[in-house]
């Protein structure tokens, strides 16, 4: 299906696998770029959704209904939809393998398929998500179960989980923490809150860690480093952590009243098992041009690659404008070769009504939009994360308006500032 026809028949194809917001915002600036080109996006999904507002909906500051859009009123006109799941890649033939034995060929592909949760890793979870206190924010079903066990919940025991990385967004397990905290704070809930991840620190940018690490300390939150959950018994309320060194691990089990659960996540299948995948199963680009390592009509963004960056919303509106001016650049075009300085932004939810906004590009280098030192929560964040961002994404971003840019390399004193939540 398709909402116009192509205007050029013999223009380049350029094919686009994936249609969350890194393949509607590269096909939507492909079609401002250059309305001759032949732009097909392939995806089988009939609703998108604006998940960085699942961690406000797990706070209850959020209509989940509001996060979900149909698919049809977002593929820009003169791209067509094939509504379709993709299965593999044959470079070598220019072809991709749809379900069903169909193959559609290129000159281009653009791979932006994001990543897998894998729920399954976790023994005995899917049982269990959505009942018995166990939550995650990852998923648009049980995101209002999340703030629906938190304001049912009258003390006890809170636990926060974190896989290892890579995840989208590495900072929404801990927004969703924060939210609950302040809101057992308000609500004079003495609640045992803890947060297990695998890693040794609250975040991978030292910067910003020990802000954070001001934030654990004013809720009174226990940060249990080393700790990685591989089982949920749900009915008995009981989660499973396994710790310690890689060659002598050992089980500890904690009881819980609620469980927030972010599962593993790994690129997708079909992206593993192909000629596109590095090592990892990540599809291999050069982290600056976004080009293919080995298979120079073949592009990626977004989560499913092997860049180096934070995986979130504002790293593929970073990497779309670049992706584009190479493409372009490789179709004949005079544009100059772009680059992607690896920037993302997490805007760290720390209670309801503030945000610490961390941005940084690769390596971790801080880079915010605005001068004031970003490791301060503040309550003007808060409206740009809960209003000005989805009407940047679902009315801007998506239809290939990605607006200005302010990001820079500033520098602030080492000393953390006076944090209050």
């Known amino acids: 299906m398709s909402k116009l026809p192509s205007s050029d028949a013999t223009a380049p194809a350029i ?6 917001a890194a393949g509607i915002t590269v096909a939507a600036l492909l079609r401002k770029a250059n309305p001759a080109l032949r732009v097909t996006l392939v995806d089988p999904a009939d609703h998108h959704y604006y998940q960085p507002a ?3 909906v797990g706070g209850g500051a959020y209509d989940i209904a509001a996060t979900r859009r149909p698919m049809a009123a977002l593929i820009p006109g003169g791209v067509e939809w094939i509504k379709a799941r993709a299965e593999g890649f044959d470079p070598a033939k220019s072809e991709v393998l749809l379900e069903g034995g169909r193959r559609v060929g290129y000159d281009h592909l653009i791979v932006a398929a994001g990543l897998q949760l894998d729920f ?4 005995d979870l899917e049982a269990t998500l959505g009942k018995n206190g166990v939550s995650s924010n990852y998923r648009f079903d049980l995101a209002p179960y999340t703030w629906q066990a938190l304001s049912q919940l009258k003390g006890g025991r809170a636990l926060f989980t974190q896989p290892a990385m890579p995840i989208k967004c590495a900072g929404a397990p801990q927004k969703a923490m924060y939210l609950a905290a302040d809101h057992f704070r308000r609500s004079g809930l003495k609640v045992d809150t803890q947060f297990f991840t695998p890693g040794p620190s609250m975040f991978g940018v030292p910067f910003y860690a020990k ?3 001001k934030v654990v300390a004013d809720y009174g939150i226990t940060a249990r480093f080393g700790h990685q959950l591989v089982a949920v018994d749900g009915p008995a309320k009981r989660a ?3 710790t310690g060194p890689a060659d002598a691990r050992t089980r500890v089990e904690e009881a819980f009243d609620f469980l927030h659960v972010v599962p593993p996540q790994s690129a997708p299948d079909f992206i593993k098992q192909s000629p ?5 199963g990540w599809v291999a680009v050069d982290k600056q041009t976004l080009r293919h390592s080995q298979h120079a009509n073949v592009w990626g963004l977004g989560d499913c690659t092997t860049t180096p960056n934070s995986k979130t919303a504002a790293a593929v509106r970073a990497q779309a404008p670049v992706l584009v001016a190479n493409l372009l650049r490789a179709l004949g075009g005079a544009q100059a070769e772009q680059h992607y300085d690896g920037y993302a932004s997490c805007p760290l939810t720390t209670s309801r009504g503030k945000i610490m906004l961390a941005e940084f590009l690769y390596d971790g280098v801080v880079a915010p939009s605005f001068p004031a030192d970003p490791r301060i929560p503040r309550r003007s964040y808060w409206w740009l994360k809960k209003h000005y961002l989805p009407y940047l994404y679902w009315e801007q971003m998506l ?3 990605l607006g200005p840019d302010w990001h820079a390399v500033r520098s602030f004193p080492e000393a953390v500032p ?3 939540p």
């Open 15 to 20: 094919l686009i696998v994936g249609g969350g």
């Open 54 to 56: 699942w961690t406000l």
């Open 120 to 123: 399954a890793k976790i023994e």
């Open 211 to 213: 802000a954070l690490d």
């Open 240 to 242: 499973i952590f396994e």
């Open 276 to 280: 596109l995948a590095d090592a990892g």
């Open 399 to 401: 239809r290939g308006r």
């Open 418 to 420: 006076a944090i209050s």
